[in-house]
């Protein structure tokens, strides 16, 4: 690769309704991050054919998958929806979980932000929590529905990447979720917790695959200045292309 790497990321999807019209949007601090660790943003629209979206991860290098304020579909999932659950629109449900699936079969480099940790430890073969409240009876506080600066502490697991991206001593990220991670899909490997059990970071286990899934948001306004190292760790692995890529774009063995 050349230049700089050009990143994909998903963007909200709110239907058409009543004199309104369909509209999709994206939080700018997703694509802030990746041009201040030196990477070139592509927003990905909620394509309805998978050729599209192949020849789209053809022209990317990696790919953030953020979510929302609403949730992933439960249903969708097998389990009982929660009365705390708020459903986001099917178009872009499905878009995610498409784009999630082809980034994991060609193994290109994924950072999973939120709900799209979530997604993605879903797609893999994992399950959620649908709330936490009801989940973890004295688990810390996740959410605040005031303020959105609410922190807490994350214990990292020794040798992980997470480790490796932040060092010894004590982190603190911004929060907002209230639906996590439950079974850990088979791929992944837990990187960091709260002291309360809640799984809040995890990373692949294949050497040839670079994914990373933060339940925290390293591109909101609340992150501390730390927090920029994780998009930096995912940046580096941009550099080199998937295996998976590699053959499907060539035609050939990687």
């Not at 799209?116 to 936490?132: A, E, I, R, S």
């Not at 010894?168 to 309360?196: C, W, Y």
Request: proline share 7%; with cysteine.
């Amino acid at each position: 690769m050349t230049g700089k790497p050009i990143i994909g990321v998903n963007c909200d999807f709110r239907p058409g309704r009543n004199e309104t019209v369909a509209l999709s949007w994206i939080n700018s601090g997703y694509y802030d991050t990746i041009s201040a660790g030196g990477g070139i943003p592509i927003i990905a629209p909620p394509y309805a054919e998978d050729n599209d979206l192949k020849q789209f991860l053809n022209m990317v290098d990696g790919v953030v998958i953020g979510g929302c304020k609403l949730d992933y579909d439960p249903k969708k999932m097998g389990i009982e929806t929660h009365p705390a659950t708020r459903v986001m629109p099917q178009r872009r449900e499905d878009f995610d979980r498409r784009l999630a699936k082809m980034a994991y079969d060609l193994k290109i480099p994924v950072l999973a932000i939120g709900g799209g940790m979530q997604l993605m430890n879903v797609v893999c073969g994992g399950t959620l929590h649908t709330d936490l409240v009801e989940a973890y009876p004295r688990a810390l506080q996740h959410r605040d529905s005031v303020e959105n600066t609410l922190r807490h502490v994350l214990d990292i697991v020794p040798g992980t990447r997470m480790d490796d991206i932040y060092g010894p001593g004590e982190i603190r990220v911004n929060s907002d979720h209230h639906m996590a991670v439950d079974q850990l899909a088979p791929p992944f490997k837990v990187g960091a917790t709260t002291p309360d059990g809640v799984i809040e970071a995890y990373e692949t286990m294949d050497d040839d695959w670079y994914c990373l899934g933060v339940q925290f948001h390293p591109e909101n306004e609340s992150a501390s200045a730390l927090d920029m190292q994780v998009i930096d760790s995912f940046m580096e692995s941009c550099k080199e292309p998937a295996p998976e890529l590699l053959s499907f774009v060539t035609g050939r063995a990687a």
